[in-house]
């Protein structure tokens, strides 16, 4: 997530979540803070003061750690871990902040691990067809979410409700469970074991009928499963943020400056 929280007045308070394709994780600090700060003055509501890029700084709250003011010319990949909250705070930022995410928890500095957003309904779909070894139906769940490769870690956003039905926060899970959380009352957290991909999660299942259909797949050359185009890398790490709403649509904005960057 990303978000501007500073001062009282919850108006000016913004939050949304990105996913950074693998070449933004290599890029300084600063590109990702100019362009939050233009998203963050494309959205704020009339009458908010706009921010300026030179006037604010990126802080990382890293989960299980503190709150850390993140360097210019920090390398993201460097500071940033997967499920690290990033802040726009008020004050310039310092050229280099001489610290390292890898710090402050090892297991959490951001890989370059593929991750695939799809529908939540869907990734049910998929997780009991592999349950239940049942070819069809992991071929029918693989079509409609436009998985391209067994080995892609698919992602699925859900709500956490409390014992009440109550949405008490946001929860990410894998084909295999929950594997990350973020709840007002209980914080963030992380469950590596459930992060496996298709694959993987079918080897844990022992589902035979699923992994030799994989296999023949693989070996094939075939598009993975089902009968959707296959898909190039490229392609793959552009459409990385697109399950829905403003999720997507500030993943493709991403995409579109970092090219426009690149360009320049």
């Given at each position: 997530?990303?978000?501007?929280?500073?001062?009282?007045?919850l108006a000016a308070h913004w939050r949304k979540q990105v996913t950074l394709p693998k070449k933004w994780l290599t890029s300084p600090s600063d590109r990702l803070k100019r362009y939050l700060v233009d998203n963050y003055n494309k959205d704020r509501a009339e009458g908010i003061v706009?921010?300026?890029?030179?006037?604010?700084?990126?802080?990382?709250?890293?989960?299980?750690?503190?709150?850390?003011?993140?360097?210019?010319?920090?390398?993201?990949?460097?500071?940033?871990?997967?499920?690290d909250t990033l802040s726009l705070r008020q004050g310039a930022a310092q050229e280099r902040s001489g610290w390292q995410r890898a710090e402050e928890r090892p297991s959490e500095v951001a890989t370059s691990q593929v991750l695939v957003p799809i529908d939540y309904t869907v990734l049910l779909a998929l997780r009991s067809a592999v349950d239940s070894d049942n070819t069809e139906a992991v071929r029918s769940a693989v079509d409609e979410a436009n998985i391209a490769s067994p080995h892609d870690l698919v992602m699925a956003e859900a709500d956490m409700l409390d014992d009440e039905g109550q949405v008490c926060g946001t929860e990410w899970h894998t084909v295999a469970g929950r594997f990350a959380w973020d709840s007002a009352n209980g914080g963030r957290g992380e469950d590596p074991e459930k992060k496996l991909s298709l694959i993987e999660y079918a080897r844990r299942q022992k589902a035979g009928r699923v992994l030799k259909l994989i296999d023949i797949a693989e070996h094939c050359g075939a598009p993975v499963l089902g009968g959707g185009r296959q898909r190039t890398a490229e392609e793959i790490e552009s459409s990385a943020g697109s399950v829905q709403g403003t999720m997507g649509r500030m993943n493709a904005e991403l995409h579109a400056h970092l090219e426009g960057k690149d360009g320049a």
């Open positions: 997530y990303v978000e501007y929280k500073e001062g009282d007045d706009a921010l300026e890029h030179e006037a604010v700084h990126l802080s990382s709250n890293a989960a299980g750690g503190g709150c850390k003011a993140l360097g210019s010319e920090d390398i993201l990949e460097q500071v940033v871990g997967r499920f």
